[in-house]
């Protein structure tokens, strides 16, 4: 069941191409609300090619300030959902810390360092190489 929509306003395109937004849609059970508009969303409850074709030329366009700088934040938090999830449960429970091999321990303080220091690799925020998790 698609949902139409005919009113949109507040478009920003979130890439150079235009092809991603941030708009607000006038919703016809919940009035306006924020939606992103992203080509490859699979949902088709609004049909994004129709609301694309609404909004047409009518958007402010994203810098490429803006476009790294939510990159960034995206990485960043991919990030730290990795230390939170991943790595904290083991560096920072003494009695699993103290179950490893030395050689284990090196691993998962080098993953640990590894994750901390990808925004300081040449490609972020775009180019991010991932370090792999220890076995």
Known sequence: MSIEITQYRNAKALDLEATKF????????YGW??????????????????????IGSDYEAATQTEIDDRQAKLVRFQRDGLLETTVDPIVSNPLRWADLTTEQQNAWSQY????????????????????????
């Open 22 to 29: 941030d708009v607000e849609i006038n919703h016809p059970e």
């Open 33 to 54: 609300i924020p939606y992103t508009l992203d080509p490859s969303d699979t949902d088709m409850t609004i049909d994004n090619a129709v609301l694309l074709n609404l």
């Open 112 to 135: 640990r360092t590894d994750l901390l220091n990808i925004t300081d690799q040449e490609g972020f925020p775009h180019n991010v190489t991932w370090p792999t998790e220890p076995e």
